[in-house]
Nanobody, 116 residues
Framework: QVQLLESGGGLVQAGGSLRLSCAAS????????MGWYRQAPGKQRELVAV???????NYADSVKGRFTISRDNAKSTVYLQVNSLKPQDTAVYYC??????????WGQGTQVTVSS
């Protein structure tokens, strides 16, 4: 059973930055593609960034140039550096692998709130 523990969220002013972390256990982390997702109130969960097992990254257009995903396989941890935050970035942020998404298995997420 894979466990995901997200952390690093908080309340920041527009223009601010945060570094989100996601520690994974119970899987061969280095072999998994990983993604960061977010869900704003009243909206569907959306994928904002992905990083392949080989380190190739891709981003949603809404965050491109502001968010950076990275991973440390030795620590089984994936990170999301979020810069130039906007109020519309307010959401609960989650990490997951494609298998975890398919199984509907999610961590508790970390809340990011951006004030204007």
């Amino acid at each position: 059973q894979v466990q995901l523990l997200e952390s690093g969220g908080g309340l920041v002013q527009a223009g601010g930055s945060l570094r989100l972390s996601c520690a994974a256990s119970g899987s061969i982390f280095s072999a998994d593609d990983m993604g960061w997702y977010r869900q704003a109130p009243g909206k569907q969960r959306e994928l904002v960034a992905v990083i392949s097992s080989g380190g190739v990254t891709n981003y949603a257009d809404s965050v491109k140039g502001r968010f950076t995903i990275s991973r440390d396989n030795a620590k089984s941890t994936v990170y999301l550096q979020v810069n130039s935050l906007k109020p519309q970035d307010t959401a609960v942020y989650y990490c997951n692998s494609p298998l975890g998404v398919a199984r509907g298995s999610w961590g508790q997420g970390t809340q990011v709130t951006v004030s204007s």
